[in-house]
T-cell receptor, first 116, second 109 residues
Framework: GAVVSQHPSRVICKSGTSVKIECRSL??????MFWYRQFPKQSLMLMAT?????????EQGVEKDKFLINHASLTLSTLTVTSAHPEDSSFYIC????????????FGSGTQLSVL | KQEVTQIPAALSVPEGENLVLNCSFT??????LQWFRQDPGKGLTSLLL?????REQTSGRLNASLDKSSGRSTLYIAASQPGDSATYLC????????FGAGTTVTVRA
């Protein structure tokens, strides 16, 4: 079946550094990928929709200059948390759509970001 | 390894009928369980979040129950409407997030 690979699974960084998270569709082309964030004891929240070859669409309240999304190919989308701060510590997860009609959504296994 | 199963994979009902969606998970050591809705071509919409200490959550026509000891959750949607047609996913959080494959619901007008 279709697989979405997300790396790294866990990252610990110092405040002020930037962290890049990769999301790859391993055996299918994903024109659309989604990035989510989940704080402890809260629901998963959609951050942005990433479309290959175009600018990402951010949800209200998500800073696009803070969370840079690049979807340069049909199999790779990256999320860069720039100048990370402790309040950015969260669980980040990506997903990719299989099928032009959005029939199936596949998820990465997530990245736990801890900013010291 | 946590495995999340959703039954049935697809469901078609006439408008007005109540919907019952099932989710089971293999490892009961979870922090919470969530139900999501996905519309074609769009990201997830969070519906309900049940903490591990809770047994149910309600929001409008939606009610979700959690029996952690038996590894089960059920999502009830009362008086279904065509606008309820979507794919519904459950997910459990232990040390990571594990999703079921989803139940695709079609509500016929």
């Amino acid at each position: 079946g279709a697989v979405v690979s997300q790396h790294p699974s866990r990252v610990i960084c110092k405040s002020g550094t930037s962290v890049k998270i990769e999301c790859r569709s391993l055996d299918f082309q994903a024109t659309t990928m989604f990035w989510y964030r989940q704080f402890p004891k809260q629901s998963l929240m959609l951050m942005a929709t990433s479309n290959e070859g175009s600018k990402a669409t951010y949800e209200q309240g998500v800073e696009k200059d803070k969370f840079l999304i690049n979807h340069a190919s049909l199999t790779l989308s990256t999320l860069t948390v720039t100048s990370a701060h402790p309040e950015d510590s969260s669980f980040y997860i990506c997903s990719a759509i299989l099928g032009t009609g959005g029939e199936k959504l596949f998820f990465g296994s997530g990245t736990q970001l801890s900013v010291l | 390894k946590q495995e999340v199963t959703q039954i049935p994979a697809a469901l078609s009902v006439p408008e007005g009928e109540n919907l019952v969606l099932n989710c089971s998970f293999t490892d009961s050591a979870i922090y919470n369980l969530q139900w999501f809705r996905q519309d074609p071509g769009k990201g997830l919409t969070s519906l309900l979040l049940i903490q591990s200490s809770q047994r149910e959550q309600t929001s409008g026509r939606l009610n979700a129950s959690l029996d952690k000891s038996s590894g089960r959750s059920t999502l009830y949607i009362a008086a279904s409407q065509p606008g309820d047609s979507a794919t519904y996913l459950c997910a459990v959080t232990d040390y990571k997030l594990s999703f079921g494959a989803g139940t695709t619901v079609t509500v016929r007008a």
